[in-house]
């Protein structure tokens, strides 16, 4: 009986650990960002930056966008740019959520 109670308590602490553990659903942001001029409601994922030449970004959003030094959101996170910030974006790549 003892080993029993044991392996239900063990099953319901990982249970509880794991919902605690797993995150809330991901929301995009809200507001617009400005990619060089270009617009986007309400963004969320990863967008392209300029191929040669560092782009423009305004954040008229609620969140923060992070810049990649590769494509498609890969390679090192260079700098952040907060809600609010218009600044160049020195990377491939954005992401914001």
Request: net charge negative; glycine share 14%; charged share 10%.
């Amino acid at each position: 009986m003892m080993r029993r109670t044991a392996g239900v308590l063990g099953a319901w602490a990982a249970a509880a650990m794991l919902a605690l553990a797993t995150p809330g659903t991901a929301q995009a942001a809200q507001g617009v960002l400005l990619i060089d001029g270009a617009a986007n409601r309400n963004p969320n994922g990863c967008f392209p930056l300029g191929d040669f030449a560092p782009s423009e970004v305004a954040n008229f959003t609620n969140g923060t966008a992070w810049v990649w030094t590769g494509t498609n959101c890969g390679g090192e996170v260079v700098h952040p740019i907060f809600a609010g910030q218009v600044t160049i974006a020195h990377g491939r790549s954005l992401f914001i959520e």
